[in-house]
């Protein structure tokens, strides 16, 4: 920035005042500014963009991505199965479980309901096997789930 020294004629009566520098706007430093002010509301408005691009993608994909994560979960569960767990048991569960995926899809199930049987899950796979007791358990559930 230059600046540029202007002198001010003082008043009669008083000491005479440095001169006042005034600054001369740069047209080279305006023009920077501008161009990243421009800069940053391009990449801002991009991104949104990207955002509002992914929020579609997953609210028409979102049935699918649902039964990606329910059959993923259900074939933890079977994999995790103690040797005393009949085939028939886990036939069962199976049969349950895309049930319960179904009602889910469709709304049939509260995301309360979904969340609650989750954590059972979690609880029932916490030490890497799921007893005949604990498949049982969660296929009365999915049967079944409280309101």
Known sequence: MTETPTSVSPAPGLPPQP???????????????????KWGLVG??????????????????????????????GEQIV????????????EEFRTAMKAFSEKAKSRGVTPEQVTSFQSRVRSAV?????????????TAFLKDPPR
């Open 44 to 73: 801002c408005a991009g991104a949104s963009v990207a955002v509002i691009i992914g929020l579609l993608f997953l609210m028409n994909n979102a049935k699918k991505l649902m039964d990606f994560a329910f059959d993923q979960m």
């Open 126 to 138: 916490a030490d890497n096997r799921v007893t005949a007791e604990e498949l049982r358990a969660l």
């Open 79 to 90: 994999a995790a199965c103690a040797p005393d767990v009949t085939p028939a048991e886990k």
């Open 19 to 37: 001169p006042v520098l005034l600054p001369i706007e740069d047209v080279a430093q305006l023009a920077r500014r501008q161009g990243c002010l």
